[in-house]
C-alpha cells in the first residue's frame, strides 16, 4: 500500500524561483489538503480540496497555489519562493465523514536561501 | 483565538507510568470531531485516536485514551504504561462540523519517556 506519497523528500531553492511538490494517495480520498509545519507552530492549513475540480484556501494560503485535476493528485505549486517558506510541507488525505483520519505523506522539508 | 490549545511544551515521563497531555478547544458547532496524532523524531504523523462530539463514552485505543469533558472543551490524551518508544511529538486536532471540514492543530506537545 503506497498510502500517500509525496516528493521530493528534500528540496533547497533561491529567492524567486517557484517550484511544485507532488502529492499523489492511492486510496480515492475525496479529501486532500496541504499543511506546513514550523517549530512551535504545530500543523498549518494552507489548502484543501474536498473533490477534483473543488479547492480552497486554509489559514496561510498566501504564495502558494493549487489544482485538483484528478482523485489521486493535489499537488501545492510555489509561485516565487521566500525565505519564509523554509517549512516542512505535509499532504494528507481522507475520507470526507466524522470518524475519518487523515494519512499524511513522509513530508518534503523545504529551504528557501 | 486559537482553536486547539496544548498548554504543555514539554513533558517528562518515567517509562512504565501514565502520563496525560492536554488539549482544550474552541468551537461553536454542536457537531466536531477530536483527534489525537504522534509524530516520532522521524517526522511520520500517525494517527492515534478519535473521539466525536456526539460520542457518550471516552475513546480508547490500547494504551491510549481520550478523557473527553465536553463541558470543559477539553480532550486530553493519556497514555499509560509508558513506554520508551512513545517519545515524540504529540498533536490535538479537531474538525468542525459534519462531512468534509478542515482540521485545526495544537502547537503540539513534546514527550519524553525516561528509561
Known amino acids: 500500500n503506497a498510502g500517500v506519497t509525496q516528493t521530493p523528500k528534500f528540496q533547497v531553492l533561491k529567492t524567486g524561483q517557484s517550484m511544485t511538490l507532488q502529492c499523489a494517495q492511492d486510496?480515492?480520498?475525496?479529501?486532500m489538503s496541504w499543511y506546513r509545519q514550523d517549530p512551535g507552530m504545530g500543523l498549518r492549513l494552507i489548502h484543501y480540496?474536498?473533490?477534483?475540480?473543488?479547492?480552497d484556501q486554509g489559514e496561510v494560503p498566501n504564495g502558494y497555489n493549487v489544482s485538483r485535476s484528478t482523485t489521486e493528485d493535489f499537488p501545492l505549486r510555489l509561485l516565487s519562493a521566500a525565505p519564509s517558506q523554509t517549512s516542512v510541507y505535509f499532504c494528507?488525505?481522507?475520507?470526507?465523514?466524522?470518524?475519518?483520519?487523515?494519512?499524511f505523506g513522509q513530508g518534503t522539508r523545504l529551504t528557501v536561501v | 483565538a486559537q482553536k486547539i490549545t496544548q498548554t504543555q511544551p514539554g513533558m517528562f515521563v518515567q517509562e512504565k507510568e501514565a502520563v496525560t497531555l492536554d488539549c482544550t478547544y474552541d468551537?461553536?458547532?454542536?457537531?466536531?470531531?477530536l483527534f489525537w496524532y504522534k509524530q516520532p523524531s522521524s517526522g511520520e504523523m500517525i494517527f492515534l485516536i478519535y473521539?466525536?462530539?456526539?460520542?457518550?463514552q471516552n475513546a480508547t485505543e490500547g494504551r491510549y485514551s481520550l478523557n473527553f469533558q465536553k463541558a470543559r472543551k477539553s480532550a486530553n490524551l493519556v497514555i499509560s504504561a509508558s513506554q520508551l518508544g512513545d517519545s515524540a511529538m504529540y498533536f490535538c486536532?479537531?474538525?468542525?462540523?459534519?462531512?468534509?471540514?478542515?482540521?485545526?492543530f495544537g502547537t503540539g506537545t513534546k514527550l519524553q519517556v525516561i528509561p
Open positions: 494528507a488525505s481522507s475520507l470526507t465523514g466524522a470518524r475519518t483520519e487523515a494519512f
Open positions: 486536532a479537531m474538525r468542525e462540523g459534519w462531512g468534509y471540514q478542515k482540521v485545526t
Open positions: 480540496s474536498v473533490g477534483a475540480g473543488i479547492t
Open positions: 468551537t461553536s458547532d454542536q457537531s466536531y470531531g
Open positions: 486510496m480515492n480520498h475525496e479529501y
Open positions: 473521539q466525536g462530539s456526539y460520542d457518550e
